[in-house]
């Protein structure tokens, strides 16, 4: 998922990017209003999300910068500033703010404002209306049907559990990056995760085993779980050459 992060402060920033990075985000740091409405201007890249936006920028108020973003694109915009006064609040979200944190933050809190208003601020075309579209998952082999909420792999049909094909359909929203524990139960149970961790750990299990994709779904140690994107497939190595060199394989996780 890409993310533009607008902030002045280097050192603010650079945190921000690093943990945001270590969570799947690939992020664009901009440190001013004009270089944030310059990155905004379609160039045939991937859209952005999600914007995080700092409202004491060098060159121009925040504020005006989301005016200016509302007026020509409807990604979604959290402000995240340390004006904590309910006006600037009422403000920000008036001009077509998406939601408001004030710092300091909890950093889990902000990655599940950012992955909900990136759920609603998705694109649907005419043609996705209603039920979010079934298609493969890279080139696995995998395909969600969430309208009849049946998953195959290579046309054979697997059977789930109701709570499995929702697990799997949170993640497959956006593969690579990391969900939470804590936003996962709240999505998919519907409750707190505090206690239930062993339900979550057996679930993805089952769901590895099911599907006979092992390595689909991946753990992130002390943070949750994310769908792993199949790699692009390589070119074929001439007759006799070379192997597979060193550091070709898969990162270590």
Not at 109 to 123: D, K, N, S, W
Not at 218 to 243: N, S
Request: proline letters at 8%.
């Amino acid at each position: 998922m890409r993310l533009l992060l607008v902030e002045d402060d280097d050192r603010v920033a650079a945190a921000l990017v690093a943990v945001l990075g270590r969570h799947g985000f690939q992020v664009r740091h901009a440190r001013s209003g004009h270089e944030a409405l310059d990155a905004l201007v379609p160039d045939g890249s991937d859209p952005y999300r999600v914007v995080l936006l700092d409202l004491g920028l060098p060159d121009r108020d925040g504020f005006e910068v989301c005016s200016r973003i509302r007026a020509g694109s409807g990604v979604p915009v959290i402000m995240v500033t340390a004006r904590a006064d309910i006006r600037s609040r009422i403000h920000g979200l008036n001009l077509g703010a998406d939601d408001y944190v004030v710092k300091p933050y909890d950093m889990g809190e902000l990655l599940a404002r950012i992955h909900a208003v990136a759920r609603r601020g998705t694109p649907r075309s005419a043609e996705e209306s209603g039920p979010e579209p079934s298609g493969p998952l890279a080139s696995r082999g995998v395909e969600i049907d969430r309208e009849r909420r049946r998953v195959s792999v290579e046309g054979r049909d697997v059977p789930l559990t109701r709570k499995e094909f929702d697990l799997l359909a949170l993640l497959a929203q956006s593969p690579g990056v990391v969900y939470r524990r804590e936003q996962i139960f709240s999505e998919v149970w519907r409750s707190g995760w505090e206690g239930n961790g062993r339900t979550l750990e057996v679930h993805i299990g089952s769901l590895r085993t099911k599907l006979g994709l092992p390595g689909l779904v991946e753990a992130v140690r002390g943070v949750g779980y994310r769908l792993i994107p199949d790699q692009p497939d390589q070119p074929d190595q001439p007759d006799g050459g070379p192997g597979t060199a060193p550091g070709d394989g898969p990162a270590e996780r």
